[in-house]
């Protein structure tokens, strides 16, 4: 296996991930770029050229993760890193408060949990045998303080980060790392808030923090200092004055 300076980046063709594409190729790193739509991807081909390989790949189905693992494989190729961001966010995680939704949990914990630890998976024992890998996950503040209508995405979120933090200790001393970055309010097509939201970050300015994390020894981060303390205060308040605070 040839060594490269080569990255992995789920949802690559818009928001986080494209921002972390183009930052890890500033950076003279090859990325491969996983997305499902294939438009896009060709898009961003153009403008990054060769350094962007783009893989169309539906991350909520195990067999689809697999065939684009082993088409990367057959080009002699193995990332060191490998930015697990794909994730389902926006209107598509807003819940019914008069009806609790069992498929709606189903859906999004297929993508934002089973959707990352399948790469875990597949990957695990290449990486081990190519010099090594970091895994990062993106989490989310609402990992911290789930909101309301928001229950099975700020589960998703929690399960994935304390999977992330397990795996960080289960591997400790080998040559895997686990990370876990916990993202606040971030400009994209899967913001979406009844209001402004503070400190809200453009998707440019997140995907650099997320590069010079992962190229850091740091196992977590939590960027949005006003979000790192808002939130665990929100979760500690009764609730009556937390939904008072959240104009509910």
């Known amino acids: 296996m040839v060594n490269k300076k080569v990255a992995l980046v789920t949802g690559a063709s818009s928001g986080i991930g494209e921002a972390i594409s183009r930052e890890l190729i500033k950076r003279g790193w090859i990325v491969i770029g996983i997305a499902r739509s294939s438009d896009k991807l060709s898009q961003l081909k153009e403008k990054l050229k060769n350094a ?4 169309v790949c539906d991350v909520s189905k195990k067999e689809v993760i697999e065939e684009a693992s082993q088409k990367i494989l057959s080009q002699q190729l193995s990332p060191s890193l490998f ?3 794909a994730g389902t966010a926006g209107e598509a995680v807003i819940e019914n408060p008069n009806r609790f939704d069992l498929k709606i949990h189903e859906k999004i914990m297929q993508v934002n949990y089973f959707g990352v630890l399948a ?17 990062i996950a993106t989490s989310s503040v609402n990992a911290i303080f789930a909101p309301p209508t928001g229950s099975a995405y700020s589960a998703s979120k929690a399960a994935i980060a304390k999977a992330f933090e397990s795996l960080a200790l289960t591997y400790f001393g ?75």
């Open 52 to 55: 962007f390989i783009p893989i």
């Open 83 to 85: 930015f697990l961001n």
């Open 119 to 135: 790469w875990v998976e597949f990957w695990e024992k290449p990486a081990q045998e190519n010099g090594g890998a970091n895994f």
């Open 174 to 248: 080998t040559n895997l790392r686990f990370s876990v970055v916990y993202p606040g309010p971030v400009d994209t097509a899967g913001l979406k808030a009844s209001r402004q939201l503070p400190f809200t970050w453009t998707a440019e300015k997140m995907g650099k923090c997320m590069v010079d994390f992962a190229l850091s020894h740091k196992s977590s981060c939590e960027p949005f200092f006003f979000y790192k303390v808002v939130t665990r205060f929100l979760r500690a308040l009764p609730a009556k004055y937390t939904m008072k605070l959240l104009g509910k």
